[in-house]
T-cell receptor, first 115, second 114 residues
Framework: KQEVTQIPAALSVPEGENLVLNCSFTDSAIYNLQWFRQDPGKGLTSLLLIQSSQREQTSGRLNASLDKSSGRSTLYIAASQPGDSATYLCAVRYYSGAGSYQLTFGKGTKLSVIP | NAGVTQTPKFQVLKTGQSMTLQCAQDMNHNSMYWYRQDPGMGLRLIYYSASEGTTDKGEVPNGYNVSRLNKREFSLRLESAAPSQTSVYFC?????????????FGPGTRLTVT
């Protein structure tokens, strides 16, 4: 069974700092990996999607990397801002049979960026 | 283009009552999902529908039923609510974007069972 772990569970940084969020998964047979952002009381917003054949994806100040062989992904946030404060979730998509794919989520890292 | 919509946003039920959570997407996606999110547990898949006319159990299906009414709509029903079903419920849909399946989420339904 695929398990996804995110460390740390919570992180507090001063504004302007660069930071890295970590995600690890137990089964390297993944289809892709997706990073989400969740604001308090809200749904999930997709940030970046990395295919299993890719090494990284970039969007603005965000860069996500994937090392499938070691079961790890990182989300790098450059020049953090208070508006980046949210919970960040990592999810891996795998083939669950009969033409279906499912996502398994980590429990998230709660990020606080202090002005 | 509203994306994924869910109704209601909030609901309080008494133990034993029934209710249906509604979900609709306007992105013409084939696959739709229902998740629940609980503190310390993360998101867990309840049921999913890979395409119109099909539904399958996820990780935590007990106590729930689903209906894929058409390509747009996927409903979740609690036949006899229990306090253990107090949670935030998210509906999602996914599409293939040329570089992989990407999942889109609704805003959630916050359900309390007393």
């Amino acid at each position: 069974k695929q398990e996804v772990t995110q460390i740390p569970a919570a992180l507090s940084v001063p504004e302007g700092e660069n930071l890295v969020l970590n995600c690890s998964f137990t089964d390297s047979a993944i289809y892709n990996l997706q990073w989400f952002r969740q604001d308090p009381g809200k749904g999930l917003t997709s940030l970046l999607l990395i295919q299993s054949s890719q090494r990284e994806q970039t969007s603005g100040r965000l860069n996500a990397s994937l090392d499938k062989s070691s079961g790890r992904s990182t989300l790098y946030i450059a020049a953090s801002q208070p508006g980046d404060s949210a919970t960040y979730l990592c999810a891996v998509r795998y083939y669950s049979g009969a033409g279906s794919y499912q996502l398994t989520f980590g429990k998230g890292t709660k990020l606080s960026v202090i002005p | 283009n509203a994306g994924v919509t869910q109704t209601p946003k909030f609901q309080v039920l008494k133990t034993g009552q029934s209710m249906t959570l509604q979900c609709a997407q306007d992105m013409n996606h084939n696959s739709m999902y229902w998740y629940r999110q609980d503190p310390g547990m993360g998101l867990r898949l309840i049921y999913y529908s890979a395409s119109e006319g099909t539904t399958d159990k996820g990780e935590v299906p007990n106590g729930y039923n689903v209906s894929r009414l058409n390509k747009r709509e996927f409903s979740l029903r609690l036949e006899s609510a229990a306090p253990s079903q107090t949670s935030v419920y998210f509906c999602a849909s996914s599409e293939y974007r040329g570089f992989g399946y990407e999942q889109y989420f609704g805003p959630g339904t916050r359900l309390t069972v007393t």
